[in-house]
């Protein structure tokens, strides 16, 4: 099996609004990831989490804030967005192999319209 | 460049094979990648290559590895409209959990 879940499947919040966005994966991977794709390009790479630790914060603004609660779950709060953070939220895991991320797998993704 | 290179369209026959071709830029990067996406789904990975490795073979998929050139291909014998969806490379920069997509294939199948 090799599922991670997202939830929700869509969501529809204004600029002062506050969510979160939840992803799962009960595979046992270490490395647990968030990405912003933009419609027509590819995934943009947000934060990285290795062994529930932050590891890489691609320089996202604080508006959006990544948490890693346990080794399964991957959290992404949302405050004060703006209209153009409207895009789909991709969540990965990946394997590793000596000590390396090796096989990322997709979430669904979560579609994010920002009014 | 820091892009990861992909042409953006290619069209095909039904049953005729599809090439798909990447550039990528880190020659250190150890694993390759090819991902397929449909319209509003996530990245679904299809194969992936070792850098020591020149070709990979998975059932209807040929993945060939240029190290020299930087050149990655994904070759998708007997192409059905199901294979129909935007294909993307990624390079995996070694020592780093960082994975460097590439711009997106869109894959069109004729019937």
């Known amino acids: 099996d090799t599922e991670v879940t997202q939830t929700p499947k869509h969501l529809v919040m204004g600029m002062t609004n506050k969510k979160s966005l939840k992803c799962e994966q009960h595979m046992g991977h270490r490395a647990m990831y968030w990405y912003k794709q933009k419609a027509k390009k590819p995934p943009e790479l947000m934060f990285v989490y290795s062994y529930e630790k932050l590891s890489i914060n691609e320089s996202v603004p604080s508006r959006f804030s990544p948490e890693c609660p346990n080794s399964s779950l991957l959290n992404l709060h949302l405050h004060a967005l703006q209209p153009e953070d409207s895009a789909l939220y991709l969540c990965?895991?990946?394997?590793?192999?000596?000590?390396?991320?090796?096989?990322?797998?997709f979430g669904p993704g979560t579609r994010l319209t920002v009014t | 460049g820091e892009d990861v290179e992909q042409s953006l369209f290619l069209s095909v026959r039904e049953g005729d094979s599809s090439v798909i071709n990447c550039t990528y830029t880190?020659?250190?990067?150890?694993?390759l990648y090819w991902y397929k996406q449909e319209p509003g789904a996530g990245l679904q990975l299809l194969t992936y290559?070792?850098?020591?490795?020149d070709m990979k073979q998975d059932q209807r998929l040929t993945v060939l590895l240029n190290k020299k050139d930087k050149h990655l291909s994904l070759r998708i014998a007997d192409t059905q409209t199901g294979d129909s969806a935007i294909y993307f490379c990624a390079e995996r920069r070694s020592g780093t959990y960082k994975y460097i997509f590439g711009t997106g294939t869109r894959l069109k199948v004729l019937a």
């Open positions: 990965a895991s990946s394997t590793h192999r000596g000590g390396r991320p090796y096989e990322q797998y």
């Open positions: 290559i070792f850098s020591n490795m």
């Open positions: 880190d020659s250190s990067s150890t694993y």
